[in-house]
C-alpha cells in the first residue's frame, strides 16, 4: 500500500498518521498532540511525509538550538 498524497484521499492519510503515531488523546505530557500537528501537512495533501520527516530529522542534527563552536571551546 502506498502513502503518497497521490494515492490517498484526506481520510486515509489521516489513519495513517494516527495508527503510525498512537492514541494521540491519550496522552499526559500534550507532546503527541504536537506531533500530530507535525504532519497536518501531509493530511492535507501538501507535503509527503518523507519531506515532513528529512525537515525535522535536519533540524535536529544541525545543531542550531545547541552551543556554537569558537576556537578552542563553546560560546
Known sequence: MSILIKDTTKEERERIVAESIG????????????????YQDYIDGRKEIRD????????????????????????
Open 52 to 75: 515532513i520527516n528529512m525537515e525535522f530529522r535536519a533540524s535536529y542534527e544541525s545543531g542550531i538550538d545547541g552551543p556554537e563552536r569558537s576556537d578552542c571551546g563553546y560560546k
Open 23 to 38: 492514541n494521540i488523546n491519550g496522552s499526559c505530557d500534550g507532546c503527541m498532540a504536537g506531533l500530530a500537528e507535525m
